[in-house]
C-alpha cells in the first residue's frame, strides 16, 4: 500500500519536474457574444441560421461518454457474450479530472471523436452479425469490427440494456488505408450505402417517412415550398438516389440529397480559415471548431432559419434529444483534431513531380492553392453569386468564380453563395475531388472529358452529366498532366 502511494507521489513529482502540466484554457463554447460572427450569412442572407441561446444549450443535459464494446463478425462471436455484456456495469470513459497533460487530454478527444451520440436498441442477432462479406476489409483478423464503425459496437449506458450507436465523428471522418490501417481524420472511404442491398421498392408508409426525414434534412422553404419537396422524392427517385451511395460523400443535415457534400479531411484543419464547402464556418480560433461540433451534432436542425425550423425540440436527431457535449469533452475534441498529423508521404519530390511544380506555378494555381498550405484560405462566389459589400470588409474572398455546379452554394441551408479554395495537401491519400465529389481520382479531375455533357462521372453522381468548372489544367498535354498530378501527390 505504501509502495503505491509513494510511487504516486515520485510520478506526480516527475510530472512536475519535467514541465508536463497542463493549464487547459477551457472556453465557454456556446458563448451567445462568441456565436454572432461564428458564421458567414447564407446566400439568402434573411434565412441565415439563429441558433439556440446560451442559457438554453447550456440547459440541456450532458451527454456521458460510455464504454463501448465490439461487434463480431457472424460466426466469430465468442460463445454467451451478450449475455456477458448484459452483466457490465455503465462505465464513464471520459472524465476530465483524470486528465493531467496535454498528451492525456489529446487521446480524451479521441474517446470523444469515437463516441456515439445517438442511441438506439441492440438487436443481437442484427447488429453486428449480419455484416455483408464486402467489408472484410474493415474486420480485423479476429473477427472484430474497429469500434468506429456506427451500428456496429454495444454500449452498455444502463446495467442490462445493450445499445448501439451512432454518429460517432469517427464514423465519417476514417480512412481505411490501403494496408487496412485505419487514419482518423482523414475523409471517409467506408461502404456505408453498402450495409443492406439496395431498395428496390418502397413501401407508401416507408415512403411517407423518408419524405418527413428528408424536409427535417435538407428542407429549404425558401428554395422549394414543404408540398413540392415531398412530391419531389418519388419512390423512383429514392431508389436512384440509394443507389448512388458512393463512400465518402453524404447528404448532411443542410446539404441536398442530389447535391451532398464529400466529407473533407481534418488533419491539418487547425491552419484552415473557413470550415465547409461553402465556407460556412468562420474559423477565428479552436473554440469555433468546438462550436462547430456543437452545431453540427443536431442544434442546426433546431436553429430558425427565418420562419423556418427544420425540427423542434432539443436537439436534433444527429444527437440524443436533449443532451450536448460538455465543454471539457468540446476542447479535449478540438485538441485531438487539431493533433493529427498526415502519415509519410511515399511520393517522392523527383524530376517528373518538380517538373509539374513548375508547371503549377506556370499555371497559376499557387494564386489560389497558395503553398505552404496549398489554399490562400478565400472564398469565391458560386456562379451566379453576387458578392455583398460588407463581406468584402469582414471576409476574404476573390472575385473569381471558378465555375463549378453552384447549387450546393446557392440554394441549401449551408449555401453561403461561395465555395472556399480548398487545400491540397493530402490529396494523395483522398478521393472524391470537388464539393460534390464528383471526380474519384486526380486523373479524373484534370480529365478535359469531365465537361461533355454526356459524362458519366466516376464519382458520385445521380446519372450522366458534366463535372462543371473549375477548368485550370485541362488543357495540359498528357505528359504535363501527369507531371501535375505527380507533383501534387508529393504535398
Ligand atoms: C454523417 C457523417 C459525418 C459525421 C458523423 C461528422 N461529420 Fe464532419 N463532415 C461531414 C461532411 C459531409 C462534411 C462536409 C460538409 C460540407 O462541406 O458542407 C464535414 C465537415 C466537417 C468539418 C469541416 C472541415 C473543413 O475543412 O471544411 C469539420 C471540422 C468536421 N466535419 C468535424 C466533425 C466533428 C468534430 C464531428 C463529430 C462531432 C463530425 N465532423 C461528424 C460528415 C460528417
Ligand atoms: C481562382 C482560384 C483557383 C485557381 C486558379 C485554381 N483553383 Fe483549384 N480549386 C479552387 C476552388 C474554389 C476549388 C473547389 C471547387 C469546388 O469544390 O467546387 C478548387 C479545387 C481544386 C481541386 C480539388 C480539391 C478537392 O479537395 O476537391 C484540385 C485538385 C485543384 N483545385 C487543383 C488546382 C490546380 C492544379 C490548379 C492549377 C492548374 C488550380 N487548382 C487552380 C480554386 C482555384
Partial sequence: ???????????????VAFGQTFHPDIPRAWDDKAVEGFEVPLAQRDRSPRYMTAEEYYALKVRPIYRSYPAYVEGKEPAGYIESLKQKEPEIIFDASQLRTKEDWIQAGKIVFEAENSFSPARPGTAGTRI???????VSTDGVLPRFVPGFSYIVRQKGVLEVGSNSCAGCHTRVMPDGSFLEGAQSNFPYGKLGAPPTSVSPDTLRRIQDSRWILFGAPWVMTKEEFQKSITAEEFIREA???????FGRQGTSANHPARVPSLIGIADIKYLDSTG???????DDLMRYAIVNTGLDITAHYGDFQPAVGSTGFNAEVGTRFSDEQLYALALYLCSLKPPPNPNPLDDRARRGQRIFQQQGCAGCHTPPLYTNNKLTPASGFMVPDDLRKTDSIMDISVGS????????????????????RGVWYR????????????????????????????GFHLGPGPI????FGLKLAPDDRQALIAFLRTL
Fill in 468 to 471: 462543371k468548372g473549375h477548368e
Fill in 431 to 458: 478521393g472524391d475531388f470537388g464539393h460534390e465529389g464528383q471526380a474519384d481520382s486526380l486523373e479524373e479531375w484534370f480529365d478535359p472529358a469531365r465537361l461533355k455533357e454526356d459524362y458519366v462521372a466516376k
Fill in 405 to 424: 455546379d453552384p447549387t450546393l452554394a446557392m440554394q441549401t441551408r449551408r449555401g453561403t453563395g461561395f465555395y472556399k479554395v480548398p487545400s491540397l
Fill in 243 to 249: 443507389a448512388a451511395f458512393y463512400p465518402g460523400i
Fill in 280 to 286: 460556412l464556418v468562420r474559423q477565428r480560433s479552436m
Fill in 132 to 138: 455483408p462479406a464486402a467489408f472484410s476489409t474493415y
Fill in 1 to 15: 500500500m505504501l509502495r503505491t502511494v509513494g510511487f504516486v507521489i515520485l510520478s506526480l513529482a516527475g510530472t
